[in-house]
């Protein structure tokens, strides 16, 4: 990683070191002594600071009733927001972040691939918050370079076991009864570099192929009803994309029959984003995301798996005896501390809110355990609510930090009592030559200088 | 209002008029025929129409192994995006929607203020799915104009009845116990214009002001107990912003104390936006949006309601008698069908997926009733789940279109029991005089062309 990447990530932590972006100590116990004097000196000097460099000829030049240098003092000092008018309505028809927020942003690990095409740009973890992840900021994988393709001219095709081969425009998918649901969608690569030992240095690269959204679309099962699928024949789906990669991936019926898998275009509101397959992509709720079929241009139905290119030759597990083990597509329940976490800073010692994301392929999340020694004791962490089957859980506990090192994990339990592993207990059933599936609990090393590391224990 | 702006929200609406922007009647039949002749034919035929203007030199200058024209006609007419490579990824750091939903936005009602930065922008509500509005597309409503403050520069006063007043910066706050929770917020104002018997064309502009989001952030209550509030004489607390409207509001500490009243700074996973208060203001479920102050920069514990300026004179109800309910901060049960909606265009007769949005200040939304013969009959809609307190409920209702003139409508009822009332009722207790607190039920007019109009009932 370069060296000027891994601080950008450092920047972008909420806990940043002062004085870089935020007041230093000395600073802070000036404003809170002012405070101590009363209400009007408080204003004073909570907001002097913020008026430096703001009361410039700027305002002035704008006709504003500000007053001169010789008048109330108290009103001098409050800063341009305070006393000038600001921007109006619809500078942007569609908005966009503060500038002070231009440091969180999806990032490209380099070195990890060859080509921007066939590569991945990772979650900001570290700097969100709840479950949902902003359409911006969500993970990309792509296999062949994404397009920006005209909704108008995209079709979608039901066939194989049917008796009524479909074409629909999408005008006539969104004509359909749709639902609208919350769910995670995680890379079977998350995590992937920890299988080797490698100490990826922050949680965006660690585990940023993982994020969540509303999603919205036409539950896949109508569309095969309508297609006169033979539902007895018809055991697995061929689902295939609309790009160059000839992306296809086997979709067992029995996921599609609960209703759950959807031929999704709405995603957090508005329609997909290109990057992420607009204007049709397949939603397979706990699968891996690889199965997620974007630019969705077909499904078949057949009676038997296809063992398509990237089912026989990527996205296998090797196992210890060498086999591979394939069609292992359930994203197994899983968790990680977003703060503290690697790259970040602790400005002192005294309370903190430990704060993390829980997710399982099976369901919900039963509950988080927290240990901030190493895994010795845990603590139960608070899941806010609602606890949404095969999405997010958000979960925080409180924490005070004594200032001496420190080692966080989390610990995920789903709804069918599974408990997510330490790495022995991974490595004991998957080996070490693993590339995908890793679920293994992680570890954050707080220093007593208040720098987070990622460490793994043995 | 000006006709390209009525264009312009024509056209973002879901149901397009051929052939503008999708296939026409012909075309639909020419692709379904093709597909009907057997699957290679069909890709050759579904493809073709996107292949066109598609097939130039850009490709191949790029170098790719595309066939000459005298090659395989069925890979010749695959569209670009299914045989070159894409885009690479981090294109955008911080990704954008597709160039085809640029008509998405939100949109300035023209003639409404006199100032932009006294205005409001609604929230295309016909082209959003689900409960989540992006934030790009959340409604503005500003007193004296947006800002974009230096959060390392803000900070956050509690006074008044505490023992201990205290002063926060951002980092202080963002290490406090946070909670994260999905909640509209209604401006007061919403549907104004129709208290009048102004029938605004499309429902960006009757009930745009209105959004939903998953805000995060420190409840209120948690900061009162650290300033030591005195929580047996503090009733009421003044809440105050940091633009230069002044903006301050009344909230009654019975709101506060279950602890749903946040103190927040992330709004659907990352910061806040500039528009919306970055990067703190209040959340005040349930309430009006003009009590969510933004640039929130003080709180101040008090034994009596303020009657601050926005109180006293604005955000009243004129009653029947003329005199002015004051206080009325919470949003009553409400709901407005979204699809079809004024100044979309059905296509044809036949299956439609009618689609809407329900909300109460009170707590969850129980049912939603729809009717498509302006209230006569009823049908009892489907609830996209979760259903979430204080947070839109997006709805869905099968419908078959006959090709006749319809009147459609929704009906909410909350978790209180409380039932939407129809404009006559509404009248009878409110009279003709107000501007804010309108939840009467909305009625669309399908006319036998397809054109959907906003009408309303006596």
New interface residues.
């Given amino acids: 990683m370069k060296q000027d990447e891994q601080r950008m990530s450092l920047s972008s932590g909420?806990?940043?070191k002062a004085p870089e972006?935020?007041?230093d100590r000395e600073g802070?116990q000036t404003?809170?002594m002012?405070?101590?004097q009363g209400?009007r000196d408080?204003i004073r000097g909570?907001?002097a600071?913020?008026a430096t460099g703001l009361t410039a000829s700027a305002t002035r030049s704008q006709g504003n009733p500000v007053p001169s240098e010789g008048g109330d003092p108290n009103i001098l000092n409050l800063?341009e927001?305070?006393?000038?008018?600001?921007?109006?309505?619809?500078?942007?028809?569609?908005?966009?972040?503060?500038?002070?927020?231009a440091n969180?942003?999806?990032?490209?690990s380099p070195g990890l691939t060859q080509?921007?095409?066939a590569?991945?740009?990772f979650s900001p973890l570290q700097?969100?918050?709840?479950?949902?992840?902003?359409?911006?900021?969500?993970f990309?994988?792509?296999h062949?370079?994404?397009?920006?393709?005209?909704?108008?001219?995209?079709?979608f095709?039901v066939?194989g076991l049917v008796s009524r081969?479909?074409?629909f425009?999408?005008?006539?998918l969104?004509?359909?009864?749709?639902?609208?649901?919350f769910h995670f969608i995680e890379c079977g690569a998350n995590t992937a570099a920890e299988w080797g030992n490698v100490a990826v240095p922050t949680c965006q690269y660690t585990h940023g192929m993982l994020s969540c959204s509303?999603?919205?679309g036409v539950p896949l099962i109508t569309l095969l009803e309508i297609a006169g699928a033979d539902l007895k024949k018809g055991r697995f789906l061929l689902a295939e994309g609309?790009?160059?990669s000839s992306m296809t991936r086997t979709i067992p019926m029995s996921l599609v029959r609960s209703g759950e898998v959807l031929v999704a275009?709405?995603q957090?509101?508005?329609?997909?984003?290109?990057?992420n397959g607009?204007?049709l992509r397949l939603v397979v709720p706990g699968v891996q995301g690889v199965s997620w079929i974007k630019?969705l241009r077909r499904v078949e139905l057949g009676d038997q798996p296809w063992a398509a290119k990237d089912e026989a030759i990527h996205y296998l597990d090797v196992m210890p005896d060498g086999k591979a083990r394939q069609y292992a597509n359930l994203q197994e329940c899983k968790s990680v501390v977003t703060t503290p976490s690697g790259g970040q800073v602790l400005?002192d010692k005294?309370?903190?809110?430990i704060?993390g994301l829980a997710w399982s392929g099976r369901g919900k999340v039963r509950k988080v355990d927290v240990s901030v020694d190493g895994g010795r004791n845990w603590r139960t962490a608070r899941l806010?609510?609602?606890v949404?089957s095969k999405a997010l859980t958000?979960f925080?506990l409180?924490w005070v930090w004594d200032g001496k090192a420190a080692i966080i994990q989390s610990r995920a339990t789903d709804e069918t009592g599974y408990v997510q592993p330490t790495y022995p207990q991974l490595r004991a059933v998957r080996g070490t030559r693993s590339i995908y599936h890793n679920n293994a609990i992680q570890s954050w090393l707080v220093q007593d200088n208040g720098e987070v590391k990622n460490v793994q224990l043995s």
Same sequence: chains 1, 2.
């Fill in positions: 909420r806990l940043r972006n935020f007041l802070i404003v809170k002012q405070a101590g209400r408080f909570a907001f600071a913020a800063p927001h305070s006393r000038a008018l600001g921007q109006g309505v619809v500078t942007d028809g569609y908005g966009k972040p503060s500038k002070y927020e969180v942003q999806r990032r490209q080509t921007a095409q590569s991945v740009s700097s969100l918050f709840g479950i949902v992840t902003p359409n911006g900021l969500h990309e994988r792509h062949q370079g994404w397009w920006d393709i005209d909704p108008s001219r995209h079709r095709m066939n081969p479909q074409v425009t999408m005008d006539e969104m004509r359909l009864p749709s639902v609208s649901r509303e999603f919205t609309g790009d160059g275009y709405g957090n509101g508005e329609m997909l984003r290109p990057e607009y204007p630019y400005l005294g309370f903190y809110n704060t806010e609510t609602p949404l958000r925080n409180d």
